[in-house]
């Protein structure tokens, strides 16, 4: 199965229209406000309304209620739900729509967390910083997915460059790849040639889930 591509991060329609165009299998809309990537519900719409309907649109929460995370996924049409902060492993258990976990990651000890999640769960591993949720840009112990790879849909986020994530697809086979900061001019602005290159990598050793890339 080809390795997919997740752009996450994307605040504005020109970053969202270039990763359709160069390939990305989803984008990922951050709506935690405390982020430098946030977005609202209602800038999300005007972006994913734009874009194909074959392109997986994945709202981004931290610690958010349920009501808020279904009324948003209603407004926006997203295809997924990614849970970043403390929720609890049964949160959203009855969602009439895919949810991934995210799961920070410092130390081996972190990986036991997972032993909640049924099997065949899509999980995304990132990187632990203490008070952050995610990109920071920052790798964590690639060693350590050798135990979990197989017993679930691992997608490796953190600290992921167009320099790295061939070694990544290559050495570990994930089911996807997450990438914000690794591809970005600043928080939210993303880099089309970096953005390009990145996904140009995967494709190369993990496969291709488009005829082209453009």
């Excluded at 849970?83 to 000890?109: C, H, M, N, W, Y």
Aim: with cysteine; aromatic share 8%; net charge neutral.
């Amino acid at each position: 199965m080809p390795v997919h591509v997740k752009i996450c991060g994307i605040t504005r329609p020109i970053d969202a229209l270039a990763a359709e165009r160069f390939g990305a299998d989803a984008l990922g809309f951050v709506f935690h406000p405390e982020s430098p990537r946030y977005i609202s519900p209602e800038d999300a719409r005007i972006i994913c309304r734009v874009l194909s309907p074959f392109l997986a649109r994945v709202g981004v929460f931290v610690n958010r209620s349920e009501a808020f995370v279904t009324e948003t996924v209603r407004q926006c049409g997203l295809s997924a739900v990614q849970l970043s902060g403390d929720e609890p492993a049964a949160f959203l258990t009855d969602a009439p729509f895919p949810v991934i976990r995210a799961v920070r990651i410092g130390q081996k000890e972190d990986l036991r967390v997972l032993a909640a999640y049924p099997p065949g769960s899509t999980i995304v591993l990132d990187s632990f910083a203490p008070g952050s949720y995610g990109g920071t840009g920052v790798p964590f112990d690639w060693d350590l997915l050798g135990e979990v790879i197989g017993a679930h849909r691992i997608i490796i986020a953190g600290g992921l460059t167009p320099q790295n994530v061939g070694t990544a697809v290559r050495c570990f086979r994930p089911f996807g790849i997450d990438v914000s900061s690794g591809v970005e001019e600043g928080p939210g602005i993303k880099d089309h040639i970096k953005m390009r290159r990145f996904i140009q990598t995967v494709r190369r050793y993990g496969g291709n889930t488009h005829d082209e890339i453009s």
